[in-house]
């Protein structure tokens, strides 16, 4: 995180962000947390994962999961191909490839710009956001990575022998 000058000569922290794009909507985590970006490349299947969950990647001999934003946040199943990007995070030390359709750009985002999303009982992305920002005048959300994560692996019993 950073910290700048506004107009007003009081100082605004902003944090860099990497921007991305599942289905049409544009979402944003904080690059604190990126490990990696590579292409797509063929995985694994895991019999008895989530849907969300299509497989596993070798990542430079590391055995990485694949986690599908698209299937994660409920919306209908894309096609992967050439323009498919692993985005791959770390988080306490265990790395996780998000499966998205593009890769936009790493944006400086202030925190004054950011907008706490709206309540929404019920809508399971919603629970994901952390945060809103406008961005060109196209909503960016920006994603809790830990809880993204963190509700979205198996059980510690099988994440060992799977993951591990």
Same mark, same amino acid.
């Given at each position: 995180?950073? &910290?700048?000058?506004?107009?007003? +000569?009081?100082?605004?922290?902003?944090?860099?962000?990497?921007?991305?794009?599942?289905? *049409?909507?544009?979402?944003?985590?904080?690059?604190?947390?990126?490990?990696?970006?590579?292409?797509?490349? %063929?995985?694994?299947?895991?019999?008895? !994962? #989530?849907?969300? !969950?299509? *497989?596993?990647?070798?990542? %430079? *001999?590391?055995?990485? #999961?694949?986690?599908? /934003? %698209?299937?994660?946040?409920?919306?209908?199943? +894309?096609?992967?191909? &050439?323009?498919?990007?692993? /985005?791959?995070?770390? !988080?306490? *030390?265990?790395?996780?490839?998000?499966?998205? @359709?593009?890769?936009?750009? /790493?944006?400086?985002? #202030? @925190?004054?710009?950011?907008?706490? #999303?709206?309540?929404?009982?019920? &809508?399971? +992305?919603?629970?994901?956001?952390?945060?809103? /920002?406008?961005?060109?005048?196209?909503?960016?959300?920006?994603?809790?990575?830990?809880?993204?994560?963190?509700?979205? !692996?198996?059980?510690?019993?099988? &994440?060992?022998?799977?993951?591990?």
């Amino acid at each position: 995180m950073s &910290e700048i000058v506004n107009e007003a +000569g009081s100082q605004e922290k902003e944090a860099k962000y990497l921007v991305f794009a599942v289905a *049409g909507t544009y979402y944003a985590i904080s690059i604190s947390h990126i490990y990696d970006i590579i292409q797509y490349q %063929r995985m694994t299947a895991v019999p008895g !994962l #989530p849907d969300y !969950l299509p *497989g596993i990647f070798n990542l %430079r *001999g590391t055995i990485i #999961p694949a986690m599908d /934003v %698209r299937l994660r946040f409920n919306q209908a199943p +894309g096609e992967y191909n &050439e323009k498919t990007i692993f /985005v791959v995070i770390n !988080l306490s *030390g265990d790395d996780i490839g998000l499966i998205v @359709d593009s890769v936009m750009e /790493v944006a400086n985002f #202030p @925190d004054t710009e950011l907008i706490t #999303p709206p309540h929404s009982p019920g &809508e399971a +992305g919603n629970q994901y956001v952390r945060a809103i /920002v406008k961005k060109n005048g196209q909503s960016v959300l920006i994603l809790d990575c830990a809880k993204l994560v963190a509700s979205a !692996l198996p059980d510690s019993a099988n &994440e060992d022998a799977v993951f591990h």
